[in-house]
């Protein structure tokens, strides 16, 4: 398959960062069971979100933001349909991944974890908020997956690029993000998110206070 072809079908969306994860090695760390040996890469795209709408936020999730959220989710959710019939007009199978669906409500996850497949196109890494952080935006973007047979080169990681940075931790209200990156506390984020989003019936679990820009990365004097 031309890489051409999704490099221009990606600039035709407005999508700036894509890239291919292979799956042939990693596909039992990071595939369900029954799509193992189906798919040979994974085809990772990121929209930005909005500076605007973020910046608005004070002390939690607001309705301005539960929309942006929904509408970029519905679109990265149209791409990826679009894209994997593209493949599919190619002779090649596209999986759209659900951008933002649970699958599994006892173990809280999606079809598969898009950070990870983002870590393997070399997207970005995963920062001390827990959340893949990009150079070029920061955490401020959602993710999307198409998983295909086509023969794509696959991307490297790339390495932590936080440096010093630590602004993330004095943002996020349940005191969840530490320094040490392996101590982040998944549990009392998760509470924080469900309170509030109860209290202020945003009838949505999110948060996104802690999505910094790529200026965070920038001022912790990483020179
Ligand atoms: C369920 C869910 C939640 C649950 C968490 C449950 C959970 N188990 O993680 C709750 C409601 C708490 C939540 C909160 C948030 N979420 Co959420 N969430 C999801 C969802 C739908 C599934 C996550 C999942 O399957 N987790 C299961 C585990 C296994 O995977 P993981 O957590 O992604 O990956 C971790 C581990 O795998 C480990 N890891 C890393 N490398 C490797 C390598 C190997 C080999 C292994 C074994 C592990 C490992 O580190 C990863 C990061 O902690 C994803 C979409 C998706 N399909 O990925 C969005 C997603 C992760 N959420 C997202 C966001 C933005 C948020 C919030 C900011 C809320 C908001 N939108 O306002 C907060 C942020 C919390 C935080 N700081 O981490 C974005 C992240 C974008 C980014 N820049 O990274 C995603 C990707 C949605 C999207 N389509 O863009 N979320
Ligand atoms: S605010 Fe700084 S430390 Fe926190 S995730 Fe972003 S770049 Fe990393
Ligand atoms: S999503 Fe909210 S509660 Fe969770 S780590 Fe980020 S700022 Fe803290």
Redesign the pocket.
Known sequence: MDKNLLKEFFEKQLIPLWGVAGLKKDGP?LLPKNLQGRFTSAVVYAFPLSDAVIDLLSGG?DLIYLHH?RQV?YL?DRIGILAAELLRQNGYSGLP?P????IDWK??????????IA?RAGLGW?GR????ITPDFG?R????AVLTDAPLDAGEPISFGCGKCTRCLSRCPAN?IKAELGD?N?AV??QF?KETCGRKRIGQ????L??CSAKDQLCDGKT
């Open positions: 760390l999730p959220y989710n990265l991944v951008t933002n669906q649970v173990e809280e996850k999606g079809l598969l974890s898009l950070r990870q870590i995963i908020n827990n959340l893949l955490s973007i959602r993710l999307s969840a982040f998944l984020c998760r998110i679990n999110i948060c996104g802690c999505l």
